[in-house]
C-alpha cells in the first residue's frame, strides 16, 4: 500500500519562506516523479512543480518560477520545495503526489498517488 506524506506546513509573514517535505512509503515502481500542488479555498488544484526523480529534472509553475524550488534527497527518499519570498495568495492547502512514469508534470490527471495535504499560510 502506497503512502504518501507531507510535512512542513505552517504560517509565515509575506516575504518569508517555508520548506515542505514529502516521503513516500510502499513505493515500488522504480520510475517515477512526484509533484507538490495547491489549493485555494474556492479554487481548482493547481501544480505546483515536478520532479523525476531518475535525473533531477524539474518543472514549476510561472507563478512560483524564481520564487520555489524542487528538490530531492535520494537517500533520505525525500523530496523537498523550498517556498521563498512568500506572497498572501500563495497561501493555501499543499499536496504531494506520485505517478507511475518518469516524465515530471503539472498535472493532477497524471497523479495516482496523494498525500492528506499541509496548510501554508501566508499573512500580508
Known amino acids: 500500500q502506497v503512502q504518501v506524506v507531507e510535512s512542513g506546513g505552517g504560517s509565515v509573514q509575506a516575504g518569508g519562506s517555508l520548506i515542505l517535505s514529502c516521503r513516500v512509503f510502499g513505493y515500488t515502481n522504480s520510475g517515477n516523479s512526484l509533484g507538490w500542488f495547491r489549493q485555494a479555498p474556492g479554487k481548482e488544484r493547481e501544480g505546483v512543480a515536478s520532479?523525476?526523480?531518475?535525473?533531477?529534472?524539474?518543472v514549476q509553475a510561472d507563478s512560483v518560477k524564481g520564487r520555489f524550488t524542487i528538490s530531492q534527497d535520494k537517500t533520505k527518499n525525500t523530496v523537498y520545495l523550498q517556498m521563498n519570498s512568500l506572497k498572501p495568495e500563495d497561501t493555501a492547502l499543499y499536496y504531494c503526489?506520485?505517478?507511475?512514469?518518469?516524465?515530471?508534470?503539472?498535472?493532477?490527471?497524471?497523479?495516482?498517488?496523494w498525500g492528506p495535504g499541509t496548510q501554508v499560510t501566508v499573512s500580508s
Open positions: 503526489a506520485a505517478k507511475d512514469t518518469y516524465y515530471p508534470s503539472l498535472a493532477r490527471t497524471d497523479y495516482k498517488y
Open positions: 520532479i523525476n526523480t531518475f535525473d533531477d529534472s524539474t
